[in-house]
C-alpha cells in the first residue's frame, strides 16, 4: 500500500502537501526580514496590507461565490478593467482638470464593474 497515510502521528509530508503556499509565505517574510533592512518596519506592513486589500475583499466574495457553486474567476479582470476605465475618465475626460474628476471616475468605476454581469 504505497498511498497508504498515517493514523496517528505526524506526516510532514501530507502537511507540506496541504499549506504549501503558507510555507512558501513564511519561508518569503523570514528571507526578506533577514535580508532587507526596513522590511519589519510598521509602515512597510502597513503598506503592504493596503496595497492587497482590494484583492482581499474581492478574494472574500469570490470564497462565498464559489462555497455556493457559481464559479466565476472573471471577478479579478472585472476589477482591474474598472480602475483603468476610472483612471482614464478622470485623467482624460474633459473634467479633468476641475474637482469633478474624481467623484465622476469613482462613479465610471462602479457603473463599469456593475454592468458586467451576464
Keep these: 500500500m504505497a498511498m497508504a497515510q498515517k493514523r496517528n502521528g505526524f ?3 501530507a502537511f507540506a502537501g496541504e499549506n504549501s503556499i ?3 509565505l513564511v519561508v518569503f517574510f523570514v528571507t526578506a526580514m533577514v535580508f532587507v ?3 519589519n518596519t510598521p509602515f512597510n506592513m502597513k503598506n503592504l ?3 492587497a ?3 482581499m475583499i474581492v478574494a472574500v466574495g469570490v470564497t462565498f461565490l464559489v462555497l455556493n457553486g457559481g464559479i466565476d474567476f472573471s471577478v479579478t479582470s472585472v476589477l482591474a478593467m474598472g480602475s ?3 483612471a482614464y475618465v478622470m485623467a482624460k475626460s474633459p473634467l479633468a482638470e476641475t474637482p469633478w474628476a474624481i467623484p465622476v471616475g469613482l462613479l465610471a468605476m462602479v457603473g463599469w464593474c456593475s454592468d458586467r454581469r451576464n
Design 11 to 13: 506526516s510532514f509530508k
Design 22 to 24: 503558507l510555507i512558501f
Design 37 to 39: 533592512p526596513n522590511f
Design 49 to 51: 496590507v493596503l496595497q
Design 53 to 55: 486589500m482590494d484583492i
Design 84 to 86: 483603468v476605465f476610472g
